[in-house]
T-cell receptor, first 111, second 111 residues
């Protein structure tokens, strides 16, 4: 079983829709949870990170962590065509430990 | 502040050759991690260096090695290249917190 599972999609939504991206994990020691956005032929770009359980909001993006279910989500409100990219989740037990990445979900926002 | 830089950006090699990739982290960052990204496997962790010491290592064969210099710049070496080593190699730096910042990657093609 992989440490982190992520639905690869592809996901296609109309502009303005709310997008929900999810990852599940198996290691209960994970405490740090990150979301990255990767455009084609570019390196991943850090969107936001959270520590332990709870929600974190940054503009149109909201990250949620449910440690009891080992489930994390990223919500994108009022999605824009510029949000079209691959979204990767990542997690770690501590900053000094290895980071584990999901395989990414490909998102297309149609104008 | 300048971002993470990687050189070269593109590389074509033949089987059996060796290759060295270079990564310059964000100024002040002491942690440098290397990842291999392929369409089928996603982002796979190679190793992480902190203050010139390898702190974490992924499940890659010994043909993959790295080092970090006193100025935090890092190099990754792959010896005896195989066709399956064709991938995007990404370097990420951090201040030793959970936020990792990625470079644009080096795209390696092995023929």
């Amino acid at each position: 079983q992989k440490e982190v599972e992520q639905d690869p999609g592809p996901l296609s939504v109309p502009e303005g829709a709310i997008v929900s991206l999810n990852c599940t994990y198996s290691n209960s020691a994970f405490q740090y949870f990150m979301w990255y956005r990767q455009y084609s032929r570019k390196g991943p770009e850090l969107l936001m990170y959270t520590y332990s359980s709870g929600n974190k909001e940054d503009g149109r993006f909201t990250a949620q962590v449910d440690k009891s279910s080992k489930y994390i989500s990223l919500f994108i409100r009022d999605s824009q065509p510029s949000d079209s990219a691959t979204y990767l989740c990542a997690m770690s037990a501590s900053p000094g430990n290895q980071f584990y990445f999901g395989t990414g979900t490909s998102l297309t926002v149609i104008p | 502040k300048a971002g993470v830089t990687q050189t070269p950006r593109y590389l074509i090699k033949t089987r059996g050759q060796q290759v060295t990739l270079s990564c310059s982290p964000i100024s002040g960052h002491r942690s440098v991690s290397w990842y291999q990204q392929t369409p089928g496997q996603g982002l796979q962790f190679l190793f992480e260096y902190f203050s010139e010491t390898q702190r974490n290592k992924g499940n890659f064969p010994g043909r993959f090695s790295g080092r970090q210099f006193s100025n935090s710049r890092s190099e990754m070496n792959v010896s005896t290249l195989e066709l399956g080593d064709s991938a995007l190699y990404l370097c990420a730096s951090s201040l030793d917190g959970p936020a990792q910042y990625f470079g644009p990657g080096t795209r390696l093609l092995v023929l």
